[in-house]
């Protein structure tokens, strides 16, 4: 695969940040720790508000040698330069998504159930989400837990690669990477922790 996957995924989500902590520090917190694949995904901001928020923070991403990833958008993630834009099952298909990016852009793909993950290994997705591993907390209406064995299947029927997600924490983490993730995306155990700066280290001590 041309597409060579970080660790560790966080992904920022105003919603499950600890107030008053503003995208800016979490962001700042998390580079500063190393973190180098960083998605923004805001369910309730306006269009608007999605533009500004990813136009800050892709062009702070890129300056530290990083990933940005936008959640759902493509049309943003094209207007703000975004390294990529991550697709769920009710967004754009991947390859119309393609066609909205700039050329070279990464396309990841959110996968629920095995039949999900072998479609998507026949696109052109540069990598497959698969979850929720664990019970989460960062969904309204979550899809059913697949568990670290569905995990194992998932892995099984992609090459693509691989991101364990949902209830992910420093203690299942590794767990995720031996069963067959190559990365593990983090929502609340990373951006709801007090010091978000340590918690994200903790996790690459973990899992590098």
């Known amino acids: 695969m041309g597409f060579s996957i970080p660790r560790l995924y966080a992904i920022i989500d105003?919603?499950?940040?600890v107030p008053p902590r503003g995208i800016a520090a979490v962001l700042d917190d998390l580079l500063s720790a190393g973190v180098k694949l960083i998605q923004y995904r805001d369910k309730q901001a306006s269009s608007r508000e999605l533009f500004q928020n990813s136009s800050e923070m892709a062009s702070r991403v890129q300056q530290a040698n990083g990933i940005f990833i936008v959640n759902d958008r493509a049309d943003i993630a094209r207007a703000v330069d975004a390294d990529g834009v991550h697709l769920g099952q009710e967004d754009l298909p991947v390859e119309l998504a393609r066609r909205v990016l700039n050329p070279g852009k990464c396309v990841g793909y959110s996968t629920h159930n095995l039949a999900q993950v072998m479609e998507a290994d026949k696109s052109s997705a540069d990598y497959?989400?698969?979850?929720?591993?664990?019970?989460?907390?960062?969904k309204e209406r979550p899809d059913a837990v697949v568990g670290l064995e569905g995990l194992r299947q998932a892995r099984e029927a992609t090459r693509k690669p691989l991101v364990a997600i949902g209830g992910m924490t420093v203690e299942?983490?590794?767990?995720?990477?031996?069963?067959?993730?190559?990365?593990?995306?983090?929502?609340?155990?990373l951006i709801g922790a007090?010091?978000?700066?340590?918690?994200?280290?903790?996790?690459?001590?973990?899992?590098?």
């Not at 105003?14 to 940040?17: F, I, K, N, S, Y």
């Not at 299942?172 to 155990?189: F, K």
């Open 14 to 17: 105003p919603a499950h940040t």
């Open 128 to 138: 497959v989400a698969f979850g929720p591993i664990f019970p989460t907390r960062s």
């Open 172 to 189: 299942n983490a590794c767990a995720a990477i031996d069963a067959g993730a190559d990365s593990v995306a983090v929502i609340s155990d």
């Open 194 to 208: 007090a010091d978000i700066g340590s918690r994200a280290r903790e996790y690459l001590r973990e899992i590098l």
